[in-house]
């Protein structure tokens, strides 16, 4: 039994020894707050085919269209690229603000070259921003690595949901010029928060990829955030609802069934992030999201006290 059991350590240890030397908090360390290394190190999975890209390059590969956005970009190229990686700029909090970076997309032909991509990407983006934390989720669990939160994906049809006499000026969509509203609410951010300057958030809200919903009754009651993640499940159109400000104890859930049921007929289908203030539902499929932070310690923090827009 013994013989059994450090074979399937070293089996978990050696199918992802790449995480294992990585400045992440790992299942045997101890919870510590504060940046792990002050200077990016050049190791052996790092690559000379992974270099710094742009969005336009990187476009016939990915399949998805350039936008406006600043993003921090590498390719793995041998010759033709076989890899590529999307850094955005981002404000985090934890337990002070400070800049970093959100892999939003890590793409590659094996795994690999996944390994050597996101090494080399991190060992520039450091070097080239002068900024040390970055951010990234997954589906499923890393071996070894201890994510800062962990919480379910609800699936549900837009459908199911009831349309109540809810006056239509008690909902105000966010665009550029109300923002400001936005900015009043981050001043006091959840005790793990992301999210991108107004700026930024600005650009992703032209490029149709986050939409914002105020709702109001006799004050702001809530904020909601919705990201369109340009999915499909079987013809059908996915819908994420990220997150969640509250700032009243006012019953919202009639308000809420309203709004989705409004997106019936674009977004058959809502997937609900059970993170910040949204309700807790239970759909027809439930997945998970692991959100990790590299080169920063954190504790385990429940997903009710994270934002991640």
Same mark, same amino acid.
């Given at each position: 039994?013994?013989?059994?059991?450090?074979?399937?350590?070293?089996?978990?240890?050696?199918?992802?020894?790449?995480?294992?030397?990585?400045?992440?908090?790992?299942?045997?360390?101890?919870?510590?707050?504060?940046?792990?290394?002050?200077?990016?190190?050049?190791?052996?999975?790092?690559?000379?085919?992974?270099?710094?890209?742009?969005?336009?390059?990187?476009?016939?590969?990915?399949?998805?269209?350039?936008?406006?956005?600043?993003? #921090?970009?590498?390719? #793995?190229?041998?010759?033709?690229?076989?890899?590529?990686?999307?850094?955005?700029?981002?404000?985090?909090?934890?337990?002070?603000?400070?800049?970093?970076?959100?892999?939003?997309?890590?793409?590659?032909?094996?795994?690999?070259?996944?390994?050597?991509?996101?090494?080399? @990407?991190?060992?520039?983006?450091?070097?080239?921003?002068?900024?040390?934390?970055?951010?990234?989720?997954?589906?499923?669990?890393?071996?070894?690595?201890?994510?800062?939160?962990?919480?379910?994906?609800?699936?549900?049809?837009?459908?199911?949901?009831?349309?109540?006499?809810?006056?239509?000026?008690?909902?105000?969509?966010?665009?550029?010029?109300?923002?400001?509203?936005?900015?009043?609410?981050?001043?006091?951010?959840?005790?793990?928060?992301?999210?991108?300057?107004?700026?930024?958030?600005?650009?992703?809200?032209?490029?149709?990829?986050?939409?914002?919903?105020?709702?109001?009754?006799?004050?702001?009651?809530?904020?909601?955030?919705?990201?369109?993640?340009?999915?499909?499940?079987?013809?059908?159109?996915?819908?994420?609802?990220?997150?969640?400000?509250?700032?009243?104890?006012?019953?919202?859930?009639?308000?809420?069934?309203?709004?989705?049921?409004?997106?019936?007929?674009?977004?058959?289908?809502?997937?609900?992030?059970?993170?910040?203030?949204?309700?807790?539902? @239970?759909?027809?499929?439930?997945?998970?999201?692991?959100?990790?932070?590299?080169? #920063?310690?954190?504790?385990?923090?429940?997903?009710?006290?994270?934002?991640?827009?």
């Amino acid at each position: 039994m013994y013989i059994l059991v450090v074979i399937i350590i070293l089996f978990l240890y050696l199918r992802s020894r790449f995480w294992c030397k990585q400045p992440m908090r790992h299942l045997w360390g101890l919870p510590s707050t504060g940046v792990f290394q002050t200077t990016p190190l050049w190791n052996t999975y790092c690559s000379i085919h992974v270099q710094p890209s742009t969005v336009e390059e990187i476009a016939p590969y990915t399949g998805m269209k350039p936008t406006s956005e600043y993003a #921090y970009c590498s390719a #793995y190229k041998n010759p033709e690229i076989k890899g590529c990686i999307v850094s955005r700029k981002v404000k985090f909090y934890y337990p002070t603000i400070m800049d970093a970076y959100y892999h939003e997309m890590i793409k590659a032909d094996t795994e690999s070259i996944r390994q050597s991509l996101f090494q080399t @990407h991190e060992y520039f983006r450091r070097k080239n921003t002068k900024c040390a934390i970055s951010l990234f989720s997954s589906p499923t669990r890393i071996a070894w690595l201890v994510p800062v939160t962990r919480y379910p994906l609800e699936w549900i049809r837009s459908y199911w949901f009831q349309k109540y006499p809810i006056p239509k000026a008690s909902f105000v969509k966010g665009t550029k010029d109300n923002l400001s509203v936005l900015y009043d609410a981050w001043k006091k951010p959840f005790l793990c928060q992301m999210n991108p300057s107004l700026i930024t958030l600005a650009d992703r809200m032209d490029a149709k990829k986050i939409s914002l919903f105020y709702y109001y009754q006799e004050s702001l009651v809530a904020i909601f955030f919705f990201h369109n993640t340009m999915e499909l499940d079987k013809d059908d159109a996915i819908l994420d609802w990220v997150g969640t400000i509250r700032f009243t104890k006012d019953p919202i859930e009639k308000a809420i069934s309203t709004l989705l049921y409004s997106f019936r007929k674009v977004y058959p289908i809502l997937r609900i992030h059970q993170v910040s203030d949204t309700p807790r539902y @239970h759909g027809y499929k439930q997945t998970y999201v692991n959100h990790y932070i590299y080169n #920063y310690g954190t504790k385990r923090i429940s997903p009710k006290d994270c934002f991640f827009l």
